[in-house]
């Protein structure tokens, strides 16, 4: 039995999404800024793209704008807002468990001359309304905020923390990486107070090197990368129409049933902590229950080293995450697992497991059995 449980790294790519995709390629080649036939082809698929999107987000098509992925959405929205509201102020705010694509933009920018505020998380992983509150001031012009940790899968109140960054100061920018969250929760940027947000297409059951930067109207945000002026001049290239197309038909397909799928995510969730928590010396982080992301289960093996336990498991064929893969090849520990208080012993024993749609209770099953084989004939042979 084949058992994929690192859905948080990538997806397969919906079968649907990927027949578009290879129409576009094959037949439907046009480039959508060419004023003959073909390219009015493409541009339709454009157009089908951009009013997916803001059907989702319930928002103007004019807000939607399509990168590379979820690292250039981030970057576009952290460096090009920074850099368009400087002579506003240079204090920026983030937290201390982002994605390496919102902290390596925040250091650049700390380098240029900005102030970084990181705000600290609890043991499960959220942030503290009172820390973010204290931390808004009038020179802020930016706040960065994850909604679903990609390591543990603890959710930030980010529907609260807008309401109060915009009563705080309302000039000041709120960006939500929004990259784990996306095709899990529905996501109203207007309503929720969010003047931008990423999502990512291979996280959904898209395609690979597509990405989403919703950006509203009014936010003052300076391009990061010139050239043809497509996309309004915000990001410039030739658009990937494929992965476009792909993206916006995963997004549709993942949105169809949600509440459904998201009840079955938290079934599988479940099963999987429950009996992994039997297990001896293993321990649970982030969010507990349904206060936590439906898809992501991290859990610390004592004794156990993260990359060992993670081989043993691929040779009975089952796949998971020895923490984020984005962060797989630093020998450094993570700073999400440090951040909540992780025991030092505990931060190279760490495995993410995490679901997507097609994943089953009998897989659940056959890797926990596994596991309560592997883990304790690991255990053992560590000792000698």
């Not at 576009?76 to 506003?88: T, V």
């Not at 001896?280 to 610390?300: K, L, M, Y």
């Amino acid at each position: 039995m084949e058992v994929y449980l690192d859905n948080s790294a990538t997806t397969a790519c919906f079968t649907e999404a990927a027949k578009l995709m290879h129409k576009i390629m094959c037949e439907d080649y046009g480039n959508p800024s060419s004023l003959h036939r073909k390219g009015v082809e493409a541009e339709t698929y454009l157009r089908y793209a951009n009013e997916t999107f803001a059907t989702l987000l319930k928002a103007n098509e004019k807000e939607i704008f399509f990168t590379s992925g979820g690292t250039e959405s981030d970057n576009i929205a952290i460096i090009g807002a920074a850099m368009a509201n400087h002579r506003s102020g240079r204090h920026l705010i983030t937290t201390k468990i982002e994605h390496p694509a919102v902290l390596q933009p925040m250091a650049y920018l700390e380098n240029q001359g900005f102030e970084v505020t990181y705000l600290s998380v609890d043991r499960e992983g959220r942030i503290s309304l009172q820390e973010l509150e204290e931390a808004v001031r009038p020179d802020t012009i930016l706040v960065s905020i994850m909604h679903t940790n990609n390591e543990i899968g603890s959710i930030q109140p980010i529907a609260e923390a807008g309401a109060l960054i915009k009563r705080k100061n309302p000039n000041t920018l709120f960006h939500v990486d929004a990259v784990q969250g996306f095709g899990k929760v529905r996501f109203y940027p207007r309503r929720m107070h969010i003047d931008m947000l990423s999502a990512s297409g291979h996280k959904v059951h898209g395609p690979k090197g597509i990405g989403l930067l919703y950006m509203r109207d009014g936010a003052k945000v300076s391009p990061i990368m010139y050239g043809g002026g497509q996309q309004r001049g915000i990001r410039s290239g030739t658009e990937n129409l494929p992965g476009i197309a792909g993206f916006a038909k995963a997004a549709e397909l993942v949105y169809q049933d949600l509440d459904h799928d998201v009840e079955r995510f938290y079934g599988l969730r479940k099963m999987l902590t429950e009996r992994i928590s039997r297990m001896d010396d293993v321990t649970i982080n982030g969010c507990p229950g349904r206060e936590g992301a439906c898809h992501i289960v991290s859990a610390s093996f004592r004794g156990v080293r993260s990359e060992v336990l993670l081989h043993a498991l691929e040779d009975k064929g089952i796949y998971v995450s020895a923490g984020s893969a984005c962060a797989a090849h630093k020998p450094q520990p993570s700073a999400t697992l440090r951040a909540v208080g992780v025991e030092k012993e505990l931060l190279e024993s760490t495995i993410r497991f995490s679901l997507s749609g097609f994943n089953t209770e009998e897989e659940i099953d056959y890797t926990c059995r596994n596991l309560e084989e592997i883990v304790p004939m690991l255990r053992r042979y560590t000792r000698h």
